[in-house]
């Protein structure tokens, strides 16, 4: 924030902000208004902005529970790693994913936060293994959760009745799937949210008309395209 109020008072033509937690930025929007700077989001949305550049979480969460009942089958029994719950953006991925699972007439065994870190979800999923829950599919809010997920299934020689799914498309997530231990991870480009963003800003700056939402497309990383998502990090 304090970032954000020094560039303000430099009096910058465009603010553009990349918000890890969207909640703490809600001042920004009102002092660059007050100083005629527009303000650009990528990646996650503040309460109020001129622009947004950003992925559909909800969508993702979708595509994920699609995917698991794809690759699974009819008998799918899958449980939910969640992701923060302070964070807008990862209730929407999970609301997505268990709505999703929902309209298709199935229950999700269980939902769990794992704050999308490996040692968190590594500890949620050992917890389902001891208490004997029967599952089939780990749906992960990260590819730290997944990690987490794997390490846990390993350990109990389950991994290869589970089938995990997840979404980031991080460089852990691309060595997962290629050691063959996660099935696929969505993945929004990061230099995506660049080239779409300084677009919108060019566009703001030379007075044409913009589009205040956008959203990104997103891509299925798995098997098949992994080594070329490897070579591009």
């Not at 299934?153 to 997840?166: F, G």
Request: aromatic share 6%.
């Amino acid at each position: 924030v304090s970032q954000c109020e020094d560039l303000i008072n430099q009096g910058v033509d465009c603010l553009v902000v990349f918000p890890f937690a969207p909640e703490a930025c809600a001042e920004i929007y009102d002092q660059a208004q007050a100083a005629g700077i527009p303000l650009v989001c990528l990646e996650s949305e503040i309460d109020n902005y001129d622009a947004a550049v950003i992925t559909d979480l909800y969508a993702v969460g979708e595509a994920q529970a699609n995917k698991a009942i794809e690759l699974v089958g009819e008998d799918i029994k899958p449980v939910v790693l969640q992701g923060p719950t302070a964070q807008k953006t990862m209730i929407a991925l999970k609301d997505g994913v268990v709505e999703t699972l929902q309209a298709n007439g199935i229950e999700p065994v269980d939902v769990q936060i794992g704050e999308n870190l490996i040692d968190e979800s590594q500890q949620v999923v050992e917890n389902w293994i001891s208490s004997g829950l029967d599952f089939n599919c780990v749906i992960a809010s990260s590819d730290g959760s997944a990690a987490g997920a794997i390490n846990a299934l390993k350990d109990a020689d389950m991994l290869d009745d589970v089938t995990v799914v997840s979404e980031n498309g991080d460089t852990i997530g691309l060595e997962l799937i290629q050691a063959g231990d996660l099935a696929c991870t969505v993945n929004v480009p990061s230099k995506r949210y660049g080239y779409e963003g300084m677009d919108v800003v060019e566009q703001i700056l030379n007075g044409e008309d913009f589009e205040k939402l956008t959203f990104l497309s997103i891509d299925w990383i798995d098997s098949s395209n992994v080594a070329d998502y490897i070579e591009a990090k």
